[in-house]
Structure formats: C-alpha cells, structure tokens
C-alpha cells in the first residue's frame, strides 16, 4: 500500500468482520465457563429464537443492502480503502452505519435464537468496540473527504438509530 493511500483512508487497521467474529468467540468461551441463559424457562419458547432469527434476517438484510450501494456507487466498503462515493440513500438515510448496526444486530439475533446472555452481551461489546475503533475514524476520515456534505449528513442521520 502506497503512502497516499495509506493517507486516503480512514486508517482502521483491523476488519470490522472480524471485531464481531471475535466477540462472538468470547461470548461462546464465556457461555462454556459460566452458562448464563437468557432466563430459566424461557431458552426454549418459540417467540425467543424466532425473535432472534428475525434479528439475525434483518442484519443480514441490513448488510446486503448496503453493500449493494456500495458497490453501485463504485465505492469499497473496505475500511482501509479510500471513499470514491459519498452514499447517502436507502439504509444510509436512517443510520450512518448500517453495515455496523446490520452485523450486531446479527450477533444479538444469534444469542437470541441460542438463548445465550453472554452471545447477546457480546454484541453490545462489538458495537462499543466498532464504534471507538471503526466508526469515530471513518467519520474523521469522510469530514476530510466530503467536508460539507458529509457535516451536514452528520447532522442529520444519527450514527447507529
């Protein structure tokens, strides 16, 4: 990787695929240690692993979504790549980060459906994770990119809901 594309990314230097792959590992490793179902009783209702089954959907759904507007505007959605395109339509209407909010939600549908507390906790590690890391330096990164159009976005679309 060259300097000026070293310079013309956000700088996040690891995959945020992988920042929820692993928090899902710790919340496997931690429901081995210590099992913490989501309540006593309730692990095998239907409503609970088809409420997350809908969650793990929608992520998914959430991620297809925005990385097909990616990819039609012509931009990577790779973290360490530079921005060709600044995207501002379907998901990204709602939330400043779809692909982020479209991977937790799958891992708190994953721990829903399972009934795992720790699977479900770990989502919120990953999204606390992803937003100190991931998020704050890509926003850094697209200020500089698209100044004005991307402040006033900033001010319009929250950054997860």
Do not use: Q
């Not at 921005?83 to 379907?90: D, E, L, P, Q």
Request: glycine share 10%; net charge positive.
């Amino acid at each position: 990787m060259t300097e000026d594309a070293r310079e013309d990314s956000p700088g996040i230097r690891v995959l945020p695929p992988l920042v929820v792959l692993a928090c899902f590992g710790l919340g496997g490793l931690a429901d081995r240690v210590r099992p913490w179902p989501i309540a006593h009783g309730w692990t095998t209702l239907a409503w609970l692993r088809w409420a997350g089954l809908a969650l793990v959907a929608a992520g998914v759904a959430l991620d297809l979504w925005s990385l097909r507007l990616f990819t039609r505007h012509g931009t990577s959605a790779l973290p360490f790549r530079p921005a060709s395109a600044f995207v501002a339509r379907g998901p990204y209407r709602f939330t400043r980060n779809p692909m982020y909010l479209g991977m937790t939600l799958t891992l708190a549908g994953v721990g829903l459906a399972l009934g795992r507390t720790w699977i479900v906790l770990a989502a919120a590690l990953a999204a606390a994770i992803l937003d100190r890391y991931a998020i704050r330096r890509e926003e850094r990164y697209l200020e500089r990119r698209f100044g004005a159009d991307y402040l006033g976005y900033k001010r319009r679309v929250r950054r997860w809901l």
